[in-house]
């Protein structure tokens, strides 16, 4: 079992900046990659980034070069720094851990709110 406990949310005026944080616990060691997900009203949740155990990131397109993923050195606390932040980016931030195993799980957080405003 892995428990998620976000933290870094919150309210910010374009073209500044946030750092979202992912704390795991419990079977860390059967992590295969860490992510974040986001979605906006009336849209669909859609992923943000994510980070493989090894330590390759991929990004959505829409925010390569403006958001960066990273992981602590014990691989068990995922960031995600967002830059140049416009109100377009406002939803509701998801932290995602995949597991290995004999049935792969995917596990997810509670949520914490972006708002970026104009």
């Known amino acids: 079992q892995v428990q998620l406990v976000e933290s870094g949310g919150g309210l910010v005026q374009a073209g500044g900046s946030l750092r979202l944080s992912c704390a795991a616990s419990?079977?860390?060691?059967?992590?295969?990659?860490m992510g974040w997900y986001r979605q906006a009203p009336g849209k669909q949740r859609e992923l943000v980034a994510a980070?493989?155990?090894?330590?390759?990131?991929t990004y959505a397109d829409s925010v390569k070069g403006q958001f960066t993923i990273s992981t602590d050195n014990a691989k068990s606390t995922v960031y995600l720094q967002m830059n140049s932040l416009e109100p377009e980016d406002t939803a509701v931030y998801y932290c995602?851990?995949?597991?290995?195993?004999?049935?792969?799980?995917?596990?997810w957080g509670q949520g914490t709110q972006v708002t970026v405003s104009s």
């Open positions: 980070i493989t155990s090894g330590g390759t990131p």
């Open positions: 419990g079977s860390i060691s059967s992590i295969k990659t």
């Open positions: 995602n851990v995949k597991t290995y195993g004999l049935v792969p799980r995917t596990y």
